[in-house]
């Protein structure tokens, strides 16, 4: 058959492919294709399903589209009829392949489908890629999967109340207006994207997750004022907040709390007061500064210094101080009753100047608000009231509608699970200033930090809900090192822990004293009339059993000897 010029070419064009894939093709000069090699460039095509979204790979070689699962080599003409042969780079198509498969993608077939969520996967994966050379296409046609492009800005507008601020926000997204909460929601959920209108989804910046995620849970939502709560302990979340607004604004006392915490550089050291008796450690004036540090900014504080440090007598310094300043309200202590005695004799060695009423036994008043009138009596002039655990428990009506100075915690472990009646009873306290005071390790559980920082600095670590689920599950049972991180750093201002060997320069050389005590002498009548009678008991056992026999026998003597050097009366 005879072929004309025109249909030569597309002849050529259309079959010379299929011909050379069957045998050699010999054409004639003027016919003679030419081939060429062009890097192609890669191509993704979004389509939704209903199981998510798939990605077709394609590829373009000059202005030829190829899909990666067609793999018939590509000829063209050009525009003086010339036939071209591209030939295509499997090296590049193999590597751009592998890259996608890198990028949480898996081959289904002829499409790619994410192994992770599709909304995932179109924020970070599909950037990533682009940003790696690849075109991607189809994704404003998704319907399920619009995601806004524009970034959340966030205005904020603080306003003090009596011992909280009160935070009011709202975030844009582009023309759309969310609150906070929602996004905080979502962060608590561990979500990185909210929904929007219209079927849209927007998506929370890494920067706002990075500084949010953890803590924006610790805020309080305020359903009546549609707002958060946030206590002075949480400064450090105000500012994070206010360092991602945009827009904000603040009320004169934030300002005032904010300029003093920014201008913090370190902890003052303050004068012992003259009315107390007796002197500090450099530790532990260290402890009575920081104790003025606490109350300067209204925080509450944990003295967790090891057993044996002097953690009353820190406490009694800063009272006396309290007294020598002007202060006329009364503070409370509880403690252990162990402790009652050894508070008494340390008040009257240290700081002699307060007057204490120990709230306890049967003979304790049935009233205490005399206490607080102008017109009361000498007797009734006290400076502090020491109770128990047990007996504030069973008397709380009388303590909890008063206002007191300082509300000091002794043995605070006492509260270590917040659902005991002993620790709801501490929660219902009311006072300007809070301590706690503990020897016991209390960073070696979370449960025990969040029920005495409860007391401390309400709200500091969210309600106990969310502290179980966002830090105490972790640290304990994953043992999140990042969890246990930023709980430390939250707690950190308000906790003081020195143990012995950290502060051993400070503390006297051990001094060991030998007392020899002698007995009575019907106590010594007594004593030795039992010495003689093991004595020839033990001797006799020996001769007829031998020394291993008697051994419990030698034991039973000791002991009874032991008990008579003690008393008598106890054998």
């Known amino acids: 058959a005879y072929l004309s010029t025109a249909k030569m070419s597309q002849f050529l064009e259309n079959s010379y492919c299929s011909l050379s894939q069957i045998g050699t093709v010999i054409l004639p000069v003027k016919y003679a294709v030419q081939e060429e090699r062009i890097n192609p460039q890669q191509r993704l095509f979004l389509r939704e399903n209903e199981r998510g979204i798939v990605l077709e790979l394609r590829y373009l070689y000059g202005s030829r589209e190829v899909s990666f699962a067609d793999r018939r080599e590509i000829v063209t003409k050009t525009d003086h009829g010339v036939i071209i042969k591209i030939i295509r780079d499997d090296g590049k198509e193999k590597e751009y392949q592998q890259i996608l498969l890198e990028h949480r993608l898996l081959l289904d077939g002829t499409e790619f489908i994410p192994t992770i969520s599709a909304v995932e996967w179109l924020v970070d994966q599909s950037k990533e890629l682009i940003a790696q ?15 806004r492009d524009a970034e959340p800005n966030l205005r904020i507008d603080i306003s003090s109340v009596i011992d909280w601020f009160d935070l009011k926000t709202e975030v844009s997204v582009g023309e759309e207006i969310i609150p906070l909460r929602d996004i905080v929601n979502a962060l608590n959920k561990q979500e990185r994207f909210i929904k929007l209108s219209y079927q849209s989804i927007g998506v929370i910046p890494q920067k706002w997750i990075d500084q949010l995620a953890g803590i924006s849970g610790l805020l309080a939502v305020d359903p009546k004022r549609n707002s958060l709560k946030a206590h002075a302990s949480q400064v450090q979340i105000i500012e994070t907040l206010l360092g991602l607004a945009s827009a904000k604004n603040v009320d004169e006392k934030f300002l005032q709390f904010q300029k003093k915490f920014r201008q913090f550089k370190e902890i003052k050291t303050i004068p012992l007061p003259k009315s107390f008796k007796g ?66 004799q340390e008040i009257k060695k240290f700081a002699p100047g307060l007057n ?23 007797e009734e002039k006290v400076d502090l009231i020491i109770t128990t655990y047990g007996t504030l428990k069973n008397d709380i009506l009388l303590f909890k509608e008063e206002t007191f100075h300082y509300l000091i915690l002794d043995e605070s472990q006492n509260i270590k699970n917040p659902l005991t009646q002993s620790a709801k009873s501490i929660y219902s306290l009311r006072g300007k200033y809070k301590l706690a005071l503990t020897g016991t390790p209390i960073e070696n559980n979370t449960l025990d930090l969040w029920s005495q920082f409860a007391f401390l600095n309400p709200g500091l670590l969210g309600n106990l809900d969310y502290f179980k689920n966002t830090f105490a599950k972790q640290i304990e049972q994953e043992k999140d090192a990042e969890k246990s991180a930023t709980l430390k750093h939250l707690t950190a201002p308000f906790l003081l822990l020195r143990k012995k060997e950290m502060v051993a320069k400070d503390l006297p ?34 001769n007829e059993k031998g020394i291993n026999a008697s051994r419990m026998k030698i034991i039973q003597g000791l002991t009874i000897l032991r008990e008579i050097c003690n008393h008598p009366s106890l054998i």
């Not at 709230?359 to 102008?374: A, C, P």
């Open 133 to 147: 050379g690849f075109e991607i296409y189809g994704q404003k046609d998704l319907v399920r999967y619009n995601i």
């Open 279 to 344: 002197e500090l450690r450099p530790y532990q004036k260290a402890g009575y500064d920081w104790f003025h540090f606490l109350q300067e900014f209204s925080f509450g504080g944990c003295l967790a210094d090891e057993m044996g440090l002097g953690k009353t007598v820190q406490a009694l310094a800063l009272l006396s101080n309290e007294k020598e300043k002007g202060n006329k309200t009364l503070s409370l202590i509880v403690v252990p009753t162990s402790l009652i005695f050894n508070w008494q």
């Open 356 to 378: 204490v009423y120990v709230h306890h036994g049967q003979e304790r008043r049935e009233s205490i608000t005399k206490f607080w009138e102008d017109d009361r009596s000498d």
């Open 509 to 542: 050389q051990k001094q060991v004293t030998v007392v020899y005590c002698e007995m009575s002498r019907e106590q010594r009548t007594v004593y030795d009339s039992w010495k003689e009678k093991f004595r020839q008991e033990i001797t006799n056992t020996i």
